[in-house]
């Protein structure tokens, strides 16, 4: 076995399934996300475990959008405890204490990453979004969520009830090779794919304020000359919503 081409080959598979099959989608969440930006909103990017990754991934990113929110610093994300974490996924109302926390508001957009997308905290926070008048991004896998059965009230997987759905393809269990001799799958796959997922949205939602000449909020590489500058000034609009910063 070839372990490096083995992890190219599902990786270039994976990614070639989302390019052909959820373009569409895509498409129609970077229209969301560029209306609301150009109307002033915010992105927040919320996934409990590792899909909180992706929100720190998308922000205060050289090439990237300013005018986004990851919700990092909870009590659902690894880094404040692994073990924790995994409980929290499945407390009813804390989503909803999360996104008042972040500051959520009307107008604003929010990305749920949950491949998943059956367990109380996913499927909360884009009901509560959705109430607030946010439009729903979710990147999750359909085919492994409707092989599990919703550990909710509501009996939802979060692709039932989200706004715009971004199938990852993403296999069930998220690992995807196979070691001879060893019984179970290793090589999870989730963030390779929706780092790639969420980029594009992003980039795309760039692309079309620049087509309708609004500026874009986009951070300049702070080891590029005028770095500074720039990014003092496209952080000033937004730094009371950047919870983070």
Same mark, same amino acid.
């Given at each position: ?8 080959? $599902? ?33 927040? =990017? ?18 990237? !959008? ?30 909803? *204490?999360? !996104? ?8 604003? =957009? $929010? ?20 109430? !607030? /008048? ?13 092989? !599990? ?11 039932? $009830?989200?706004? *715009? ?7 069930? /269990? ?17 963030? *390779?794919?929706?780092?790639? *997922? ?11 304020? $620049? ?6 909020? =986009? ?27």
């Amino acid at each position: 076995m070839n372990v490096l081409e083995e992890a190219y080959s $599902v990786v270039n598979s994976l990614l070639k399934r989302v390019k052909d099959e959820e373009g569409e989608n895509i498409e129609k969440a970077a229209q969301v996300l560029a209306h609301s930006l150009e109307k002033g909103g915010v992105l927040h =990017v919320i996934g409990a475990g590792h899909s909180a990754i992706i929100g720190e991934e998308l922000s205060y990113r050289a090439g990237g !959008l300013v005018p986004v929110n990851p919700i990092m610093n909870t009590d659902i994300n690894v880094y404040h405890g692994a073990l924790k974490s995994t409980e929290m996924e499945h407390v009813e109302g804390y989503a909803e *204490i999360v !996104l008042k926390a972040m500051g959520v508001q009307e107008g604003d =957009v $929010v990305m749920i990453v949950s491949s998943s997308g059956v367990n109380v905290f996913p499927v909360e926070v884009a009901m509560n979004a959705k109430s !607030l /008048g946010c439009q729903v991004i979710a990147i999750t896998s359909v085919e492994y969520s409707k092989s !599990l059965t919703p550990k909710n009230k509501y009996h939802k997987r979060l692709f039932e $009830v989200a706004d *715009i759905v971004i199938d990852n393809k993403v296999p069930r /269990g998220d690992a995807a090779l196979e070691i001879p001799g060893f019984k179970m799958k290793v090589f999870p796959v989730s963030t *390779i794919v929706v780092a790639f *997922i969420a980029q594009t949205i992003v980039t795309l939602a760039i692309k079309i304020l $620049v087509e309708r000449e609004v500026e874009p909020p =986009v951070f300049l590489s702070a080891h590029l000359p005028g770095a500074q500058e720039h990014n003092i000034k496209v952080i000033k609009k937004y730094k009371a919503r950047l919870k983070y910063l």
